[in-house]
């Protein structure tokens, strides 16, 4: 029999170490050659790492969550033949997918399963059990002694006073607190109230954990700052009912797209806002192309799919990819080159995006762009009053890259836009 050692390969430039997030092998299993060994993860993506032999596990690098460097052994295989086999060399890169984590199954042991269920044998008659004794009932008619507070959260919370036992001459709030702490036991359960369920103690792993370490590095190390604005965005809404009213076969149009447009055609005049910044080198990049970041919600936590080259994609264009990249990302399916590479980001929460927003910033990148939900209310338009659809937009920046001003100054250029949404389309 050969030993094989898969060596955690190449995964990506400038990654160190990869996090185990799923084993899909146990030790004692057979593995079959390109069948999946594990899900590991870096910074940037979830990977399928596959068996490149076929045999039987017999070490494993260690236990879901644990960070292992590259080009460390990963697995060790029992195979068929003679003397030690060596993996490839760890720089050959791997070609990376997304997957989206799902929880494992119970972990079942080999001798649990290879080992044959007990025969049942049939149990000794038990002797009757004597008849309890009889338990005396309670006085429920016996005199209550409690202040007219007490009898009023009784009432409210369903307790028959006549259960609670008083430490002195009277029920005290204290009897009551009691009562409820202690009769749980008992089966009391007060009208309305909810169980407390169980203490769940859950491992901050995969996905999650980089969302953490991602969140706690950017707010460490740049200076936020949030500017809000409310846009009336009536004029707006009614041009996309319109376009969607006359779409044909084209994608329903949200308010994402025409909020896209917008960013992209101010960027030119302030081109501070689609940037990155080097801490180590102090360098700051503005770029020309908007590579715009889409924060999307999925099983496995937030993903950021990228919108390559926005500013060349029409509103029509635009719902075309924000719908294939979101669906990729929450199927797991997205690629590495689809969530990298984003020059500043968009965040959005839809009908539950609140009156405001602060979003924290997808470091490198200096600033992120947060639309509210959008409500009605009436507004002054002159001497007269009308209904108004209204969306407070927010903005969060680097203080470092980007003075308030210039945050101020860019919002409003967006809202002139957003307001009078012919702008949109005219050259």
Request: charged share 25%; net charge negative; glycine share 8%.
């Amino acid at each position: 029999m050969a030993r094989y050692s898969f060596r955690l390969p190449d995964i990506g430039e400038g990654i160190a170490e990869a996090e185990i997030v799923a084993w899909h092998v146990k030790i004692g299993e057979r593995v079959e050659e390109d069948a999946q060994l594990a899900d590991m993860m870096t910074d940037k993506a979830t990977v399928e790492m596959e068996s490149p032999v076929s045999g039987i596990v017999v070490e494993l690098a260690g236990e879901v969550g644990d960070l292992i460097p590259i080009g460390s052994t990963l697995a060790v295989i029992e195979t068929d033949g003679d003397g030690d086999v060596e993996a490839p060399p760890a720089d050959t890169p791997v070609e990376q997918e997304i997957v989206a984590e799902t929880p494992g199954a119970e972990e079942i042991s080999v001798a649990e399963v290879a080992a044959p269920a007990p025969v049942a044998t049939p149990a000794p008659t038990p002797a009757p059990a004597p008849a309890p004794a009889p338990v005396a009932a309670a006085d429920h008619s016996r005199a209550v002694l409690a202040s007219p507070a007490v009898r009023a959260r009784a009432k409210d919370l369903g307790v028959d006073l006549g259960q609670v036992q008083a430490e002195g001459d009277r029920i005290r709030h204290a009897d009551l607190d009691a009562f409820l702490r202690y009769s749980g036991g008992q089966g009391y359960h007060a009208p309305g109230a909810s169980r407390a369920r169980a203490d769940e103690p859950i491992k901050v792993i995969g996905m999650r954990r980089k969302i953490a370490e991602n969140m706690a590095a950017s707010k460490r190390a740049i200076p936020h700052f949030t500017y809000v604005e409310e846009m009336d965005v009536t004029a707006l809404e009614e041009m996309r009912a319109d376009l969607n009213a006359n779409r044909g076969g084209r994608p329903k149009l949200t308010m994402l797209p025409f909020l896209i447009v917008a960013i992209c055609r101010t960027i030119p005049q302030f081109p501070m806002i689609n940037a990155r910044y080097d801490d180590e080198g102090g360098v700051v990049t503005r770029y020309g192309a908007v590579h715009l970041g889409m924060a999307t919600q999925t099983d496995a936590g937030l993903m950021v799919p990228v919108i390559r080259d926005a500013q060349d994609k029409n509103v029509w264009q635009l719902a075309t990819e924000i719908t294939r990249l979101a669906e990729a990302a929450r199927t797991g399916k997205a690629k590495v080159e689809e969530l990298t590479g984003g020059t500043l980001t968009v965040t959005s929460l839809g009908p539950l995006g609140g009156i405001a927003t602060t979003p924290v910033i997808n470091r490198p990148e200096v600033a992120i762009i947060g639309p509210n939900k959008i409500v009605e209310r009436p507004v002054f338009d002159g001497d007269e009053i009308r209904r108004a659809k209204l969306m407070n937009l927010s903005i969060s920046c680097d203080h470092r890259v980007v003075d308030g001003f210039d945050a101020a100054s860019y919002v409003q250029a967006l809202k002139k836009l957003v307001e009078t949404p012919v702008l949109l389309f005219a050259d």
